[in-house]
């Protein structure tokens, strides 16, 4: 049993950042003696604990009275809960033995772990061992765990259920008989496989998204852990695939019928209920997570310590190691090029420049990593670029001085300093810097893309469009630039009235790289936003492999299927014909609810249409979530507007990362998206969350007030009318 009590979080004399007071509580065992302070946490977003109790009580062992005391959750994603309400919660969760399970299943994931590090990397095991340790011991998985789920405890009414729902026996009777995957003993007969049956144990599968859940235990076994590994191997580590979904049959016919084979259809019909209601749902998406070994920072963490104690690369005083965390740094910004990824280069290009301080190289990869590094401020409409001040640009100014300095001719860091010139807002500065690169470095991969993009904001849009077509006619030099270039050539055709011509270039553009995949994506998202029948979408996205991006590939063929199933509805919106039987597909293929949203919100059909198709998924609130946070992204206020009302207001209170890491209000006020900023005000989410530059939104809001923006004072309006109290 657990239990959760005022106390401390954090190091000692560290003030508590404001909005976070109430996440400033410790989870204590029963019994436990308060404790002042806590050893270095060193920034590590740390959670409340859960899974250790869970196991205990699962063996069915006594606390002892000393044991480990965590502070609560303090993490990056979750919104502030309530202290009791979340004790309820564990307590609830101790008892279904759901949480037992994920530490089990991430007890398989350190064999198979260090199996594959005893076999690739035997003279790094005894520096990598500790690092596995913490990270797998069982205080750091409560602390991972706990932050899936502090969330829920905003939602006192699902708390209560569930706890009420796991003192029933026959329901816990029900869900160890899932997690052990072994029948309760009983001497009643073994129930009989109908139709009806089926149906049930379809309906729980589903509800408890156990085809995830089973994926992510398959992904374990055939060791796709080596990802972790091979962080040691300096090789290129793009972000893995998730697991591939396991057939609905196979969950129903090798996991449930056997294990729930004691279980009468009266009890099934009683557990149904409840995993399908509203809270549960939610619920089961936090568990899917906790199941899915690469969710959250915790993953980051490993991979950062990982590397940290790559001593493969880094030998002090050869210069092997240095072109080594130079070669890594750079397939991270180039090959990758996200913000945490720029992250990881950073600390490489650190480690290398302590070895060759007068490197011009390097310090122009260091002004790069800084750039790319910088929090990713949405842009709107036929925007390419959002001016803003940042610490990253100052500190990349440094970095191309002194680059510059030690050779002139560098023409990586003239490229990079006329990129940085543009991004400041400097045009001029960067027309100079640029020439200056061009002279240096005629052929350099970046230069026209880069010089397309200042051409587009000086509004010299004959320039950009023929930049950009000479980008897409030469081999690609690095990663993505194409589909970059062929994104940023849309907008120009869109500003010139000419985005007619676009699929013309993407056409032509697939005849000669057929297998260009993410450049697909792009087109079939841009035939469903500019009213593409399914007919034309599917034949550009079904060639794209089901490994390669499910989580774009699933959601725009159900979009094209969702599209599909609107052409012919009856009087009450019911598909009929071909619609019919592309929605049965639809349903066929189970998204996930959040997938399903995002799919809907793609088809981009009419509000009640929306509404009947999430009203086919085994979790609506969730869908309807996926679906706000979707049109979001899309400029889609009409949507936000009809369909908040729906959504989870504490999943769309905290920062996500379908939109950089900010919450949905700042967003909304970073894109000027009035309407959908209204909404969510209407909604109550939650405005003291952060921003992913760390301003509060009303701060956000403050540095876009210069000029006579309308929309940015109906915002300031709304914050002050809906948030009074706050």
């Known amino acids: ?42 920034g590590i977003v740390v959670c409340a604990g859960i899974v250790a109790a869970v196991l ?33 919660l564990v307590e609830a969760m101790d008892r279904t033995g759901d949480i037992a399970e994920v530490n089990r299943r991430f007890a398989q994931h350190r064999a198979t772990l260090d199996a594959l590090l005893a076999e690739r990397h035997p003279q790094l095991m005894p520096r990598l061992k500790p690092v596995l340790d913490q990270q797998f011991s069982e205080d750091r998985l409560r602390e991972r ?4 789920f502090t969330g829920l405890s905003a939602q006192r009414e699902g708390v209560a259920a569930l706890d009420a729902w796991s003192r029933k026996p026959a329901m816990r009777a029900i869900s160890n008989a899932i997690w052990t995957r072994t029948p309760a003993p009983s001497e009643e007969k073994d129930a009989r496989m109908t139709d009806k049956r089926k149906a049930l144990l379809r309906g729980i599968a589903s509800a408890m998204l156990l085809q995830r859940i089973q994926a992510n235990i398959d992904a374990v076994a055939k060791g796709e852990a080596a990802a972790l590994a091979a962080v040691l191997e300096s090789v290129q580590q793009a972000t893995p695939a998730k697991p591939s979904l396991v057939a609905m049959e196979a969950v129903v016919d090798d996991w449930l019928a056997p294990a729930l084979v004691k279980v009468p259809d009266g009890d099934l019909v009683d557990y149904l209920n409840f995993v399908e209601g509203t809270f549960a749902g939610d619920y089961y998406v936090a568990l899917n997570s906790a199941f899915d070994f690469r969710a959250g920072e915790w993953y980051e963490q490993l991979v950062e310590q990982f590397d940290r104690n790559n001593v493969q690369t880094v030998q002090p005083g050869g210069s092997a190691g240095k072109e080594a965390l130079v070669a890594d740094a750079l397939r991270s910004l180039r090959e990758i090029g996200s913000p945490a990824a720029a992250v990881d280069a950073l600390a490489k290009l650190l480690q290398a420049e302590r070895m060759a301080p007068a490197d011009a190289a390097i310090k122009s990869l260091l002004a790069e990593a800084a750039i790319k590094s910088a929090p990713p401020m949405p842009a709107s409409g036929e925007q390419l670029r959002v ?37 400041q807002g400097r045009d ?6 640029f020439d200056r690169a061009r002279t240096l470095g005629p052929d350099h991969p970046l230069l026209r893309l880069y010089l397309g993009d200042l051409s587009y904001v000086r509004q010299d849009y004959a320039a950009a469009s023929n930049l950009y077509q000479e980008v897409l006619a030469k081999p690609e030099g690095h990663v993505h630039v194409h589909v970059t270039a062929l994104n940023h050539l849309l907008v120009v055709l869109r500003k010139t009235g000419r985005a007619a011509d676009y699929p013309r270039f993407v056409n ?27 007919d034309a979408v599917l034949p550009v996205i079904e060639p794209v492999p089901d490994t390669w991006f499910p989580a774009r590939k699933v959601p725009t063929v159900a979009s094209a299927l969702i599209r599909k199933s609107a ?33 809907i919100c793609r088809a981009n059909v009419e509000p009640p249409f929306a509404k009947t198709v999430l009203a086919t998924s085994p979790n609506p609130r969730a869908a309807a979530t996926g679906l706000v946070i979707c049109a979001l992204r899309t400029q889609d206020g009409r949507t936000v507007h009809s369909i908040a009302q729906q959504a ?79």
């Open 1 to 42: 049993m657990l239990r959760l009590e005022p106390g401390r979080a954090g190091r000692p004399g560290e003030p508590v950042r404001p909005g976070h007071e109430k996440m400033h509580r410790t989870l204590y065992p029963a019994g436990h003696r308060d404790i002042e302070g806590l050893d270095d946490m060193r």
């Open 56 to 88: 205990v009580a699962a063996c069915g062992k006594q606390e002892e009275d000393a044991g480990p005391k965590l502070p609560v959750p303090e993490c990056a994603t979750a919104p502030e809960h309530d202290a009791k309400v979340f004790a309820r």
């Open 145 to 148: 765990a706990a932050c899936l």
């Open 387 to 423: 001016v803003l001040q940042s610490p990253n640009y100052e500190q990349a100014d440094r970095y191309l001085a002194k680059a510059i300095e030690l050779d002139p001719t560098h023409a990586d860091a003239h490229v990079m300093l006329a990129r940085l010139r543009y991004l």
């Open 428 to 433: 001029t500065d960067a027309v100079a810097a």
């Open 508 to 534: 032509a553009y697939l005849a000669r790289n057929p297998e260009a995949w993410n450049a697909r994506l792009d087109f079939a998202d841009y035939l469903l936003a500019n009213g593409g029948r399914a």
């Open 567 to 599: 052409e012919r509805l009856d009087k009450d919106l019911k598909p009929v014909g071909d619609s019919q039987r592309a929605m049965q597909r639809l349903l066929g293929m189970n998204p996930e609810p959040r997938l399903l949203g995002e799919a």
């Open 648 to 726: 989870d207001v504490a999943a769309l209170s905290g920062p996500l990362p379908e939109l950089n890491r900010d919450t949905p209000l700042c967003f909304a006020a970073a894109t000027r998206n009035v309407k959908a900023f209204i909404a969510l005000a209407k909604l109550q989410v939650s405005p003291n969350q952060r921003c992913n530059d760390g301003d509060l939104v009303g701060a956000r809001l403050q540095r876009m007030s210069f000029g006579n923006d309308s929309g940015i004072a109906q915002m300031r309006d709304a914050l002050q009318r809906f948030y009074r109290k706050a």
